[in-house]
Nanobody, 114 residues
Framework: VQLQAFGGGWVQTGGSLRLSCAATSSLFSSRTMGWYPQGPGKQRDLVAVINSAGVPTYADFVKGRFAISRDLSKNSVCLLMTRLVPEDTAVYYC?????????WGPGTLVTVSS
């Protein structure tokens, strides 16, 4: 199973972006998927994940700004990011929590200018 990520780009403070990630197989459709940004010089940390029942979990600093959703029929997950700030600048990695080892997408760059 591989992950393909779409979206990202450049936006000014206060703007919005949408990230999408699709798995090439439904093999692990019962597993949690999500997004993990890695900013310059920082660790890769959870920002939002969603399980197969559609229950999301968010990092505190994105609550009320980001919304994650999932389409099981398309093996995909989307992250709508609103009211973006420069601190959100990072490479965002899609993740699928497989039962063997985490599966990571290639990463997509999000740049928020002040």
């Amino acid at each position: 199973v591989q992950l393909q990520a779409f979206g990202g780009g450049w936006v000014q403070t206060g703007g919005s972006l949408r990230l999408s990630c699709a798995a090439t197989s439904s093999l692990f459709s019962s597993r949690t998927m999500g997004w993990y940004p890695q900013g310059p010089g920082k660790q890769r940390d959870l920002v939002a994940v969603i399980n197969s029942a559609g229950v999301p979990t968010y990092a505190d600093f994105v609550k009320g700004r980001f919304a994650i959703s999932r389409d099981l029929s398309k093996n995909s997950v989307c992250l709508l990011m609103t009211r973006l700030v420069p601190e959100d600048t990072a490479v965002y990695y899609c993740n699928l929590d497989s039962p063997y080892s985490p599966i990571w997408g290639p990463g997509t760059l999000v740049t928020v200018s002040s």
